[in-house]
């Protein structure tokens, strides 16, 4: 999901360490510089599609300014740049498409991104193929929820969502790490993960490498390669990568209390209408 439309949507935090299969190209994102306020256009005239296209751009954000709305290259739309981001919006205002790569197709009128909800299944599946045993999970004794967050030892981000491993099983979410040695397949990176996926208490290896603590280097049959294939098969760009059990990306790091806030509000959309 683009950024813009995440800010739109009120959705969470994207914070994340960038991939980096090429040990030299190794950065980690950081927090977005304040951009100054664009300037509104004027407004154009009422029931046309441009005016759709803002009343559709608006209805995931009433303070979006678009800087342009005009003809677009596909018949059908019209084509907005929002904050330097070119969006295609269908002439009925329903339909949003953000462009490049990573782009995603919203329904403005259902508040979804058509996208997602089709990477989700395949995520969902992909994930089912990795056996429990080869997880490394912290749970509480009664969680509520669940994800699956793709990690890394290095990552500055995976690392401050470990430091609050407690704080998300207090809000009753069970986390279950896989491996994404972001610096790839063959990398230190990559041997410090094997080691930990290896150790004989994975809990306590995981704990000391993501504190920059020794693991003793060990190689045994392990899953990292799989994972590793896995996470980039299911779209992963960046770590940590936080998946609900649904398959649904919820972000980069996001604080405790605002995953159960995003995991709860999820439960709550995919409840049939009238309760169950």
Not at 58 to 73: F, I, K, Q, T, Y
Not at 80 to 106: C, E, H, T
Request: glycine fraction near 8%; charged fraction near 20%; hydrophobic fraction near 45%.
């Amino acid at each position: 999901m683009k950024r813009i439309f995440l800010a739109m949507l009120g959705a969470i935090s994207l914070s994340a360490c960038a991939q980096a299969p090429d040990p030299g190209a190794a950065t980690e994102a950081a927090p977005a510089a304040s951009a100054p306020a664009p300037t509104a256009m004027e407004a154009p005239e009422a029931g046309t599609p441009e005016a759709r296209a803002i009343e559709a751009l608006r209805s995931l954000n009433p303070n979006v300014a678009p800087e342009h709305v005009g003809a677009a290259p596909i018949p059908g739309f019209r084509e907005a740049i929002v904050a330097g981001q070119v969006v295609y919006v269908s002439d009925d205002g329903r339909y949003l498409f953000v462009p490049g790569s990573g782009g995603a197709l919203f329904d403005a009128t259902a508040r979804k991104n058509l996208s997602e909800a089709a990477l989700s299944s395949a995520r969902k599946e992909l994930l089912a193929t990795i056996p429990d045993s080869e997880r490394i999970v912290f749970a509480p004794a009664n969680p509520v929820h669940t994800v699956t967050v793709f990690t890394d030892v290095e990552c500055g981000y995976c690392r401050k969502l470990h430091e609050e491993i407690e704080d998300y099983n207090a809000q009753g979410i069970a986390v279950e790490y896989l491996a994404f040695p972001r610096m790839g397949l063959g990398s230190e990176d990559y041997d410090k993960m094997v080691a930990v996926w290896c150790a004989a208490d994975r809990r306590q290896a995981l704990t000391d490498a993501k504190a920059e603590r020794a693991v003793p280097s060990r190689e045994c049959t392990n899953t990292v390669n799989m994972q590793y294939d896995i996470g980039r098969r299911v779209g992963l760009t960046g770590t940590p990568m936080i998946l609900a059990e649904d398959g649904t990306q919820l972000g980069g790091y996001v604080p405790p209390a605002a995953l159960r806030a995003a995991l709860d509000k999820l439960d709550a959309d995919a409840a049939p209408a009238g309760g169950a």
